[in-house]
């Protein structure tokens, strides 16, 4: 049973900063890509940024391109998205996905497994 668990959400002031984790059981992770989503009240799940299998490419939504960075450890079956410069348009719940793909994937229709989310919530 696969298992994708988001962890480090929180309330954070704007210009501060989170990082979030997603720990994955019950899949071969470094057969997969992952990739961060968010969704804010009344929106459509959004793109945010995608890792590649062995973490050598990464891309990013234009919203957070230079200040969100996410990275991988295969060893620890984890992926992870440091968020700085938080502003309150980034408040929403945080998803992390998974994808077995060796191109980005930018829509959630193309990804295989989900976690059930952590809320951020950046005040002004």
């Known amino acids: 049973q696969v298992q994708l668990v988001e962890s480090g959400g929180g309330l954070v002031q704007a210009g501060g900063s989170l990082r979030l984790s997603c720990a994955a059981s019950g899949l071969t992770f470094d057969s997969y890509a992952m990739g961060w989503f968010r969704q804010a009240p009344g929106e459509e799940r959004e793109f945010v940024a995608f890792?590649?299998?062995?973490?050598?490419?990464?891309y990013y939504a234009d919203s957070v391109k230079g200040r969100f960075t996410i990275s991988r450890d295969n060893a620890k079956n984890t992926v992870h998205l440091q968020m700085n410069s938080l502003t309150p348009e980034d408040t929403a719940v945080y998803y992390c996905?998974?994808?077995?793909?060796?191109?980005?994937?930018?829509?959630?229709?193309?990804?295989?497994?989900w976690g059930r989310g952590t809320q951020v919530t950046v005040s002004s």
């Open positions: 996905g998974a994808v077995a793909t060796l191109l980005p994937k930018t829509r959630y229709e193309d990804y295989d497994f």
């Open positions: 890792i590649s299998w062995s973490g050598s490419h990464t």
